[in-house]
Antibody, heavy 115, light 108 residues
Framework: QVQLQESGPGLVKPSETLSLTCTVSGGSMSSYYWSWIRQPPGKGLEWIGYIYYSGSTNYNSSLRSRVSISVDNSKNQFSLKLNSVTAADTAVYYC?????????WGQGTLVTVSS | EIVMTQSPATLSVSPGERATLSCRASQNINNNLAWYQQIPGQAPRLLINGASTRATGIPARFSGSGSGTEFTLTISSLQSEDFAFYYCQQYSNWPPLTFGGGTKVEIK
C-alpha cells in the first residue's frame, strides 16, 4: 500500500518561498505520476502540478510562473517550491499519487502565509 | 480547460436514505471521472474511478454512473460516516486536472 507524508514549514512570510517535501513509501516511484494539490481553508481542491520519476513535469497554468516540482528517486521523495507567496497561498497542501485519478493521498499539511 | 460543475452544493439526507450527487463536465470526458470523499480535517479518499469502478475497500453502497458529460454518485443507504464532502475530478484531457466545487452531504 502506497503511503505519502508531507513535511515542511507551517508558516511562510509573504514574498518568500514555500517549500514542501513528500516522502513515498510502499511503492515504486516509477509506478505513478506524483502530484501536489492544495485546498484553501473552507474551499475546494486545486491541482498544482505533477512530476514523473523521469523528471518530466507539468503545472497548473495559474501557478506556472511561481511553481517548481522536483523528484529525488534515491530518497523516494518529491518536492514543491512555490515562490513569491501571498496570503492567497494559505492552504492545506496535499501530495498524492496520480494515475489519472489521485489514488493515494498524504494527510496534508497546513501552510500559512503571514508575517 | 474542462470545467466540472457539481450539484447541489449541499444535500440534506436522513440516515438510511439514498443520496444522489451530480457532476457535469463542460465537454465530453468519456468515462474519465473520479469521485472522492473528504471528511472535514482529513485528506480526500478515492471512492470511484473510471466513472463507475469502486476503489479498493470502498463499500458497495457507493456507486457511480454516467459517461460523456453527466455523472452521478449514489450512496444507497447513508451511514453516519458518509456525511462528508464529495468531489468529482476529470482526467480526460490533462493537464490541467480539474475538480468540481464539491457537494456537502449533511444530516437532515
Amino acid at each position: 500500500q502506497v503511503q505519502l507524508q508531507e513535511s515542511g514549514p507551517g508558516l511562510v512570510k509573504p514574498s518568500e518561498t514555500l517549500s514542501l517535501t513528500c516522502t513515498v513509501s510502499g511503492g515504486s516511484m516509477s509506478s505513478y505520476y506524483w502530484s501536489w494539490i492544495r485546498q484553501p481553508p473552507g474551499k475546494g481542491l486545486e491541482w498544482i502540478g505533477y512530476i514523473y520519476y523521469s523528471g518530466s513535469t507539468n503545472y497548473n497554468s495559474s501557478l506556472r510562473s511561481r511553481v517548481s516540482i522536483s523528484v529525488d528517486n534515491s530518497k523516494n521523495q518529491f518536492s514543491l517550491k512555490l515562490n513569491s507567496v501571498t496570503a492567497a497561498d494559505t492552504a492545506v497542501y496535499y501530495c498524492a499519487s496520480l494515475y489519472g485519478s489521485f489514488d493515494h493521498w498524504g494527510q496534508g499539511t497546513l501552510v500559512t502565509v503571514s508575517s | 480547460e474542462i470545467v466540472m460543475t457539481q450539484s447541489p452544493a449541499t444535500l440534506s439526507v436522513s440516515p438510511g436514505e439514498r443520496a444522489t450527487l451530480s457532476c457535469r463536465a463542460s465537454q465530453n470526458i468519456n468515462n474519465n471521472l473520479a469521485w472522492y470523499q473528504q471528511i472535514p480535517g482529513q485528506a480526500p479518499r478515492l471512492l470511484i474511478n473510471g466513472a463507475s469502478t469502486r476503489a479498493t475497500g470502498i463499500p458497495a453502497r457507493f456507486s457511480g454512473s454516467g459517461s460523456g458529460t453527466e455523472f452521478t454518485l449514489t450512496i444507497s443507504s447513508l451511514q453516519s460516516e458518509d456525511f462528508a464532502f464529495y468531489y468529482c475530478q476529470q482526467y480526460s484531457n490533462w493537464p490541467p486536472l480539474t475538480f468540481g466545487g464539491g457537494t456537502k452531504v449533511e444530516i437532515k
